[in-house]
């Protein structure tokens, strides 16, 4: 075990107050979208009134995410239509995307929620479901107090680059590979 010594000096002072921050969550461990629903959380107990519009997942699942967000007032769009291993129709999947990103954008430019999470929107726009340029346009000409939250694997360097903040999550072992099943209470 390396073992360090404490840090007795605080990190530097400053820093620019900023009305809005965009993050990206990427990379092939756990925890991209459950970070995402965590700042959701402080965004809430902040009096801020966020919005989630997932890309992928069914409206069919039973999340607890989006039990828990709905309790706390929280807009929530589920417009995907599952894993694409799963579906009898991509192109229906892809039309599926293209709106869910439509409606996306109309929450965006609203600018009715200070928080905007657009969940696992990175799958589509590798997919050329969704134009990069026009997500990172929506992005760059948002309202001034909206930030946004991307989540979801090998996230566009088209994104990154606009990313105030990126963090990647690096799986370096997930139950899923041991043959064990999504977990209630821990995947969804």
Known sequence: MNKSTPPTQPPPKGGRPVESLVLVHTGDGKGKSTAAFGMMVRAV?????????????SAAWQTGEEKAARILGVEWWTLGDGFTWDSSDLERSEQLAAAAWGAAAEIIASGENELVILDEITYPINWGWIDVSDVVSAIMERPARVSIVITGRDAPDEL???????????NIRHAFDSGF????????
Do not use: C, L, N, S
Request: charged share 25%; net charge positive; hydrophobic share 45%.
């Open 45 to 57: 107990g902040h009096g801020w009134k966020p919005a989630v519009i997932q890309f992928i997942k």
């Open 160 to 170: 990154v680059a606009i990313a105030d903040t990126v963090t990647e999550m690096r």
């Open 181 to 188: 099943a999504a977990k209630k209470g821990i995947d969804y």
